[in-house]
């Protein structure tokens, strides 16, 4: 009889057990939900007082950055022009020098090309068209990879120059967004984003329409209402870039130990 009863007391005493961790787990749920309202004091947390300062401040960051900029392209004017004063170099030198000016993007540009724009889909975006799955948050905004796209495309055709938004793209420029905020060379930008191009507009179009990563992308256009854009010019002018030319790239860090004496 002993034997039966200290048998059934250990599948009690587990029971028992499980209990109270399910009632502690409660417990735990409901003083996280009292310290969350204490702490929001009935408004959304994501809107605190915090993060907007610190939207407001990279923002500022960024119109500093501009006017950094435009202070040092007019320093680079004024370089370039001693430069270019009679300096012993011959006509040949003298071209060249132009070309490498040219291709490296800080000189404007003129000539024949288009603008694409790209835009994140309306407010309240529901799928459009039959059999689509309704849309989740990251269907409906602009991505990294569709810019990046975009302006791959237009190199592919043959793009002479590409500028975004109102920045020049040189061969250290990196396009970047954190969700759907772009970041472009220190510089903070909210869609619609605008990628102009400097080129054939027939070759432009081909190339966009041949891109693998832009066709997917038009699916969601056709099926969301992202924004697609796409503009010709005949004349278009690229601004020369303004920005420091200076390389930063990263350093292994030699440990102390290693640089030490034995």
Same mark, same amino acid.
């Given at each position: 009889?002993?034997?039966?009863?200290?048998?059934?007391?250990?599948?009690?005493?587990?029971?028992?057990?499980?209990?109270?961790?399910?009632?502690?787990?409660?417990?735990?749920?409901?003083?996280?939900?009292?310290?969350?309202?204490?702490?929001?004091?009935?408004?959304?947390?994501?809107?605190?007082?915090?993060?907007?300062?610190?939207?407001?401040?990279?923002?500022?960051?960024?119109?500093?950055?501009? +006017?950094?900029?435009?202070?040092? /392209?007019?320093?680079?004017?004024?370089?370039?022009?001693?430069?270019?004063?009679?300096?012993?170099?011959?006509?040949? +030198?003298?071209?060249?020098?132009?070309?490498?000016?040219?291709?490296?993007?800080?000189?404007?540009?003129? %000539?024949?090309?288009?603008?694409?724009?790209?835009?994140?889909?309306?407010?309240?975006?529901? /799928?459009?068209?039959?059999?689509?799955? +309704?849309?989740?948050?990251?269907?409906?905004?602009?991505?990294?990879?569709?810019?990046?796209?975009?302006?791959?495309?237009?190199?592919?055709?043959?793009?002479?120059?590409?500028?975004?938004?109102?920045?020049?793209?040189?061969?250290?420029?990196?396009?970047?967004?954190?969700?759907?905020?772009?970041?472009?060379?220190?510089?903070?930008?909210?869609?619609?984003?605008?990628?102009?191009?400097?080129?054939?507009?027939?070759?432009?179009?081909?190339?966009?329409?041949?891109?693998? /990563?832009?066709?997917?992308?038009?699916?969601?256009?056709?099926?969301? %209402?992202?924004?697609?854009?796409?503009?010709?010019?005949?004349?278009?002018?690229?601004?020369?870039?303004?920005?420091?030319?200076?390389?930063?790239?990263?350093?292994?860090?030699?440990?102390?130990?290693?640089?030490?004496?034995?």
């Amino acid at each position: 009889m002993s034997n039966s009863d200290d048998s059934s007391a250990g599948p009690r005493r587990r029971v028992r057990a499980v209990r109270l961790l399910t009632a502690a787990i409660f417990a735990l749920a409901g003083l996280i939900f009292v310290t969350s309202f204490n702490t929001s004091k009935g408004t959304n947390i994501r809107t605190d007082a915090s993060l907007l300062k610190l939207s407001d401040l990279i923002h500022e960051r960024s119109q500093d950055n501009a +006017e950094l900029e435009k202070t040092t /392209a007019a320093a680079r004017g004024r370089v370039d022009a001693l430069a270019d004063r009679d300096d012993g170099s011959t006509k040949a +030198e003298d071209a060249r020098l132009a070309a490498l000016r040219t291709a490296s993007g800080t000189e404007p540009l003129t %000539g024949k090309g288009l603008t694409v724009t790209l835009n994140d889909a309306p407010p309240g975006a529901t /799928a459009r068209i039959p059999n689509v799955p +309704e849309p989740q948050p990251n269907d409906l905004v602009i991505h990294q990879q569709d810019l990046q796209a975009v302006v791959n495309a237009l190199w592919e055709g043959g793009a002479q120059g590409i500028q975004v938004m109102d920045q020049r793209l040189i061969s250290t420029s990196a396009v970047r967004c954190v969700g759907n905020t772009l970041i472009l060379q220190g510089r903070v930008y909210s869609p619609p984003y605008k990628v102009s191009a400097v080129g054939d507009p027939a070759a432009l179009r081909k190339a966009l329409a041949a891109s693998p /990563a832009l066709q997917n992308y038009q699916l969601y256009v056709n099926a969301y %209402g992202l924004g697609w854009k796409v503009d010709e010019h005949k004349t278009l002018t690229l601004p020369g870039y303004s920005g420091t030319v200076d390389l930063h790239y990263a350093k292994p860090v030699v440990p102390s130990s290693a640089t030490s004496t034995p």
